[in-house]
């Protein structure tokens, strides 16, 4: 415990010094200062103090008592037919008493107030509640919400990660902010990084390393982590070599023959995307990735086509296609010219809205380089389960 004790001060004062750009969850940067009385009552809470405010904890997000009439809406969308409602909770089961507004064919004219992983919060007139992600839409069936200013927000979905690391030793991402004593597996992990795994890290949240596991959260003890730096929040380097965006994917091991095949594809098509995009130039997924054939050096792995997985060579390239998206949105200077979902709620290695299918004419991701400088995409799988995408301004 001692050494998750000076592991969090440490973190608490790094912390200080550095602020980022909006999150998918915050969707607004800042600084998170402490002050010099702070900081020294942290240093004066006892071990089991520590223990006790995070063992078994997850992260909040906010609810409806943090919204009222007049909260700034960040976007405005349409509640796609289907399930066109309106919660008052967040429940699985949908228990009719939790409806608190219901339309026909849709509900249009809505302000998003607060997006998380899989509910957001919206504002109809003057009722306030939960809506599922997958259930918002934009102008049209398959778009995405408006920023209602995009000056200064991003695109619906981004996720400005914060952080890139690598991992010192055997890597717990855990499924809330307990420690792993003794036991390699204790069954509250979502998955296990092998040592020299790079990742990204969104924040950090009372000393632990918070990072997106498919539709979930996962916790890092950083005292497992090593080469801990920030990811600029802006398009300017920090200091030499600093990334100006990063994400990172996670995939299910499974010793299938199948998903063994996902594993070995996602790591050759992270090493295809791995590249320099000059200034003017263009992005063409299925022209770095394909051709998707075994005389590529591809296995045969399910591949997701309008919701349904189906065998086929290079299954997993949409996992890197995807990934490299979600690092995209990040920075303003590269324009998406063309991205297809993969329809239905889309994939589920990450949140709604934020999955790119490649694969065919109509299933491509392309984007192009507005910037005046070049940009290294640099990608790594060490087939552990981690896919980390990061992107460096090149001199």
């Not at 060579?313 to 995209?328: E, F, K, M």
């Amino acid at each position: 415990m001692r050494r998750f004790l000076c592991g969090f001060l440490c973190l608490c004062v790094l912390w200080t010094g550095l602020s980022f750009s909006y999150a998918e969850d915050e969707l607004s940067g800042g600084e998170a200062e402490l002050t010099e009385e702070e900081l020294e009552e942290i240093r004066k809470l006892d071990e089991e103090d520590i223990e006790e405010r995070v063992t078994g904890r997850v992260y909040e997000e906010k609810t409806l008592k943090d919204f009222d009439l007049n909260s700034p809406a960040i976007y405005t969308c349409s509640i796609r037919d289907g399930n066109p409602r309106i919660y008052s909770e967040k429940n699985p089961k949908m228990p009719r008493n939790t409806v608190l507004l219901q339309g026909k064919g849709g509900i249009s004219g809505v302000d998003i107030l607060y997006v998380g992983l899989r509910w957001v919060i919206v504002r109809k007139d003057r009722t306030i509640g939960y809506v599922l992600r997958e259930w918002t839409a934009g102008r049209t069936h398959n778009g995405k919400p408006s920023a209602v200013d995009p000056s200064t927000t991003p695109v619906f979905g981004t996720q400005k990660h914060a952080y890139i690391a690598e991992t010192a030793t055997r890597c717990h991402v855990r499924k809330n902010m307990s420690f792993n004593e003794g036991a390699e597996d204790d069954g509250n992990n979502w998955v296990i990084l092998n040592p020299g795994t790079k990742i990204s890290i969104w924040q950090f949240y009372e000393g632990w390393a918070m990072v997106n596991y498919m539709r979930e959260y996962g916790y890092i003890d950083p005292n497992e982590l090593t080469d801990l730096r920030p990811v600029s929040p802006t398009d300017e380097e920090m200091f030499e070599d600093c990334p100006i965006a990063a994400y990172t994917s996670y995939y299910k091991l499974d010793q299938t023959e199948t998903n063994l095949g996902r594993i070995h594809n996602i790591a050759l098509g992270a090493e295809f995307i791995s590249m320099v995009l000059q200034p003017g130039e263009i992005f063409d997924g299925n022209k770095v990735l394909g051709p998707y054939t075994t005389r590529r050096g591809y296995k045969a792995a399910p591949v997701l086509i309008n919701g349904k997985a189906v065998p086929g060579a290079g299954g997993g390239t949409c996992q890197v296609a995807s990934t490299l998206y979600n690092v995209v949105l990040q920075l303003p200077g590269l324009e998406v010219l063309y991205r297809h979902a993969h329809g239905g709620s889309g994939a589920s290695y990450l949140p709604i809205h934020v999955d790119a299918a490649v694969g065919r004419d109509d299933l491509n991701l392309r984007f192009r380089n507005h910037y005046d400088f070049p940009i290294r995409i640099e990608a790594s799988s060490k087939s552990d389960g981690a896919l980390t995408i990061r992107i460096y301004k090149v001199h």
